[in-house]
Each structure stands twice: as structure tokens, then as C-alpha cells.
């Protein structure tokens, strides 16, 4: 053998080797996690999915024997810190826990420099979130059906408050005027945060939002709690109905946290950081902790919440053709 073709030789071995090996900071199983792990929530400090995140984490960095970093990036309902992630190598240390229904809603309603579908990859469900149709005590309504009364009583004339067109609060009012054949006056205003204080000065009557947000202010009898949009009377309010027991359908649109992660994100440490995740759900604290706030904790497999991404894309695409819904 020549000492050209020995060269020759090596070399192409070399890059044979090269060509299957890791990319450098590409994360394996076996290895993974070495180094602390981001979770980005694209809200702001003290919502509902960031105390979910920080109560997750907590468990996982346990689990994993890892650190995990909790970094909130809020605006355009969560499609800033979505972007963030999107555009994050794909190595297995940058993830995403978010309100499941901006995964259907955003690319309906926003121009975005991504797909979430195509550019992020399911990891698992995290907690379901129970929404609560609420009026002020100022209205004459007491349960479901006298609000409906009240509402065709006086159409165009109730206000009711969301954190801005296109939210899931105005989403689901939008549904509720469809299905009871209701007429409301939308107030939007720039986060829901906003919808709460204005409830409370009496320049909204009504709203609907998540358990976290409006569950303190039901039980100190400042506003009154119609329905729950969840498949079956919650722990948190056993005696108030489901949407479709008050109104016999589904007039409130559903939601969970959700985790993600950047397409690419190779397999085993998906699979890896899923098998945490089944853990971390189960753990009676972390099952006591979510109860006590309304929440149902559990995982499910990426198809699984895939599955329910597209029925939610479907459902929330078609109300926003059919009411010509668009962000200003």
C-alpha cells in the first residue's frame, strides 16, 4: 500500500468519523442533561403557567439531578418567548411551557417568522386549566340561565372584559354569544390582568378567564361563577356546573399547560425528559398543589397532545373565519 493511499485512506476515515459523530453540545441520553436546561414560560412572572413552570422544574431538577432556568419572555400572547425557543439550537436544553391554545391560535391570528407546528415538537401535557365564566355582582344574574336572560334582555348593551382581540378570553365570549344566540359588547383591553380591576370598579359585567386568575376573587363573593368550562364539575367548585350542564353545550373552550420543545430536539432525551415529566405529575405534591388551585396535573404522550392541538386548530380556526375575528 502506497504511503499517498495510506493518507488517502485515513483522511476518508476521518471524516467518515467526523460526519457520525455528535455535533458539538448536541445532547445525548446518556449524558443529558450536563449543563442547566432553560424553560422558557412567554409570560409574565406570577401567571398561571410561570408558577406551574417553577413548581415543574423544581421537581424535574430533582428528577434529573439537573438546573433548570426559568425564563419569562411575555408579549403578543406568548409569541415572543415562542419565537425565542423556536430559534434556539435544537440540543436539547431549551424548552417550552405555554397555554396550549396559542399553539392554535397565533398562527391564525399573527404574521409569525415560524410555524409552531412545524418548528416545535410536543414534549407532554402538564395540567389542564379549568375557565370560569364570571359577572360582576352588579348584574342582575345569578346563575346561567337568568345571565342569558338578561343579556337578550339588553342586547349590545353588557360588556364584558378580555385581554385583547383574539385572546382566549374573547374566543370563548365569542362562543358563548354564538351558542346562546346572545349579543355583548366586547371591552378589550391589553392583558387580562387589566380585566379584574375593571370588573371590580364595575366597567365590565362579565368575563371569562382561567380558575387562577378569577378563583380568589369567586370566593370572596366579589364575583359570581356561572360555569366552568371543564368535562366535569372541578374539586375546587363541585356545586357550580359545567358549561354544558348549565347552557347543553360547549360553549368555553378548554385549555392546559403544555411543554415543547424546538423541532430536532433528538429523540432520546424527548423520551428521557418525558419519563421525568410522568414522574414529576404523579408526585402527590405536585398533584395537591395544582388541585388546590383548580388545575388537573397529568402527562400525556406527544401524539396524544399533537391530537388535541389539531382538534383545537380546527375548532378555533372556524370561529375565527366565522366571525371575521382579526388582531388590529
Not at 411551557?97 to 391570528?109: E, G, H, K, M, Q
Not at 360547549?250 to 430536539?265: D, K, V
Not at 405534591?285 to 401524539?303: D, F, I, M
Request: aromatic share 6%; glycine share 8%.
Amino acid at each position: 500500500m502506497s504511503t499517498l493511499f495510506r493518507r488517502c485512506l485515513l483522511a476518508f476515515a476521518g471524516l467518515v468519523a467526523a460526519a457520525m459523530a455528535p455535533a458539538a453540545g448536541w445532547a445525548q441520553a446518556s449524558d443529558w442533561p450536563s449543563r442547566p436546561i432553560r424553560l422558557v414560560v412567554p409570560y409574565p412572572p406570577g401567571t398561571g403557567p410561570d408558577i406551574m413552570a417553577r413548581l415543574v422544574s423544581e421537581k424535574l431538577a430533582k428528577e434529573l439531578k439537573a438546573t433548570f432556568i426559568i425564563d419569562n419572555k411575555a408579549g403578543v400572547n406568548g409569541s415572543i418567548g415562542t419565537d425565542s425557543v423556536v430559534k434556539a439550537p435544537a440540543d436539547g436544553y431549551t424548552f417550552l411551557l405555554v397555554d396550549r391554545l396559542t399553539i392554535s391560535v397565533n398562527p391564525l391570528l399573527y404574521k409569525l417568522s415560524y410555524d409552531p407546528r412545524k418548528d416545535l415538537v410536543s414534549v407532554s401535557n402538564i395540567a389542564d386549566v379549568s375557565l370560569y365564566l364570571v359577572v360582576s355582582t352588579a348584574l342582575p344574574a345569578t346563575d346561567f340561565k337568568s345571565f342569558v336572560a338578561y343579556a337578550k334582555a339588553n342586547p349590545g348593551r353588557v360588556p364584558f372584559g378580555t385581554g385583547g382581540v383574539g385572546s382566549i378570553a374573547h374566543l370563548n365570549m365569542v362562543l358563548l354569544e354564538e351558542g346562546t344566540g346572545t349579543s355583548l359588547l366586547h371591552v378589550p383591553y391589553k392583558a387580562f390582568a387589566e380585566v379584574i380591576p375593571a370588573m371590580l370598579a364595575g366597567d365590565v359585567g362579565a368575563s371569562s378567564g382561567g380558575v387562577e386568575a378569577l378563583q380568589q376573587h369567586v370566593a370572596q363573593g366579589k364575583f359570581r361563577l356561572l360555569a366552568v368550562g371543564a368535562p366535569s364539575r372541578t374539586v375546587a367548585e363541585p356545586s357550580v356546573p359545567t358549561i354544558s350542564e348549565a347552557a347543553g353545550g360547549e360553549y368555553l373552550i378548554s385549555t392546559s399547560y403544555s411543554m415543547h420543545g424546538r423541532a430536532g430536539t433528538p429523540p432520546d432525551v424527548l423520551a428521557k425528559l418525558h419519563a421525568a415529566l410522568e414522574k414529576v405529575l404523579a408526585d402527590p405534591e405536585v398533584q395537591a398543589a395544582t388541585s388546590k388551585r383548580g388545575l388537573k396535573a397529568y402527562a400525556t404522550t406527544p401524539s396524544e397532545l399533537d391530537k388535541v392541538i389539531a382538534n383545537d386548530s380546527a375548532r378555533v380556526g372556524k370561529l375565527i373565519r366565522d366571525h371575521n375575528v382579526k388582531v388590529q
